[in-house]
């Protein structure tokens, strides 16, 4: 049963609120902000438009996520890592332009015996959030269910449900995708950009070892990573135009391997199919802000990066885990948790974490999949220049095992 604000009114009236934080989306984010923010005394509610089944024991999506050892050190705190039955260690990562023989390599610094990150598969980290977070006191979760309208201001924040309900509280969480319809309801904009292209993945099984080892290819016309996940297994991340990626969704498994192998320039050998193909388009966005009186932004409804350089999902988790240290800090010093300063504080760290990484990959993209002749001279030079300073690969190896 739903409570209701005691005042019958607003968000803004004096009525007693029906929780103290509002979280739209029961991804990744949702979940891991409602978990850190365990023991701290709050009544949170998690809203989800999926069922609770879902939520419990997520499908296979294709998805493998390189964590970085932040990442891996927040779900430790959170109590979700030991719960991951299967995970896979990153040794090292190679970038490759089309049939160069010169290759960019990355590997953690020579008296680090940790590798860069680790693989795990986005839906058993989804699952081991659930399990930690699902029956934690002053959690309501309402799953299957859809918001209708929020709003938020300086007094706090209402949000309208499917069936009549509707809820009341001190800060609303917009964690619902960058496509997040909570940030447009709350008056947000964000830089969206539709890249006409689309990501198929899947599992496959090769032939040649990986070394774990991650490598990615840019080619003519697409891009393809292979990312290490076991002996003689590898997930196969291909980058295409649209109607390129339903075509090769269509295909049987052999003629779909054959063709992964192709575009590998049969670096791994022969190729088998070991999953079900998903396809997603590719869309990047940069909310313009990140937060308004009421109200914050997190995981992709802050920031949608492109998937190149793995970094959506770890910044995804360390911006909620800025957002609760700013509540909880500001609890402590006696501020208003709520308040704009806390907000202010969030919005002006998680934005310098996240923008120089957000356009450097964008770079990275326009740079290797430009096709004409001065952007692959270009290219070249890059990886020239990049196996030359050894103390840039440094940099971004640090970067890849932080962010």
């Known amino acids: ?78 109590g979700a890592w030991a719960r991951i039955p299967d995970m896979h260690p990153l040794a090292s990562a190679q970038v490759l332009n089309g049939g160069s023989p010169l290759a960019l390599g990355f590997a953690p610094r020579e008296r680090d015996d940790r590798p860069l990150g680790m693989l795990v598969s986005n839906h058993l980290i989804r699952r081991a959030l659930w399990d930690a977070a699902a029956d934690q ?132 050998g022969a190729m088998r199919v070991a999953s079900s193909r998903h396809v997603y388009p590719l869309v990047t966005s940069f909310s313009d802000r990140l937060t308004v009186p009421g109200a914050a932004l997190i995981g992709d409804a802050a920031v949608g990066m492109h998937p190149v350089t793995a970094h959506g999902f770890n910044l995804g988790l360390s911006g909620q885990a800025r957002l609760a240290r700013e509540i909880l800090l500001a609890r402590r010093r006696g501020e208003d948790w709520a308040g704009q300063a806390a907000l202010a504080r969030f919005e002006t760290a998680h ?18 999949t430009d096709e004409r002749p001065p952007a692959r001279l270009a290219r070249h030079a890059v990886l020239r220049a990049g196996r030359r300073v050894p103390l840039a690969r440094r940099a971004i190896s640090a970067m890849l095992m932080r962010a």
């Open 351 to 368: 934005r310098r974490a996240c923008r120089p990484i957000f356009e450097a990959t964008n770079a990275i993209v326009r740079l290797f």
């Open 137 to 268: 006191p002053g959690l309501s979760v309402l799953a299957g269910r859809q918001v209708l309208g929020a709003s938020a201001g300086p007094q706090g924040c209402a949000v309208a449900l499917d069936g009549g309900d509707r809820l009341t509280g001190r800060l609303l969480v917009a964690a619902d995708s960058r496509f997040s319809a909570t940030r447009d309801q709350l008056g947000i904009g964000a830089a969206m950009h539709r890249l006409g292209k689309a990501m198929l993945v899947c599992r496959v099984a090769h032939e040649a070892p990986h070394g774990d080892t991650a490598t990615e290819w840019f080619e003519h016309g697409h891009t393809i990573a292979l990312l290490p996940l076991g002996p003689g297994q590898s997930s196969a991340v291909l980058t295409v135009g649209l109607d390129d990626a339903e075509r090769l969704r269509r295909l049987d498994d052999n003629a779909f391997a054959a063709e992964i192998a192709a575009r590998c320039r049969h670096r791994l």
């Open 1 to 78: 049963m739903i409570q209701r604000n005691a005042a019958g009114g607003d968000a803004g009236d004096q009525g007693r609120m029906d929780h103290d934080i509002i979280i739209v989306g029961a991804g990744p984010a949702g979940l891991a902000l409602a978990r850190s923010l365990r023991g701290a005394g709050f009544d949170i509610a998690l809203i989800e438009r999926q069922p609770r089944e879902a939520l419990a024991d997520p499908a296979y999506d294709g998805r493998e996520i390189a964590l970085t050892h932040r990442s891996i050190r927040i779900l430790q705190m959170l």
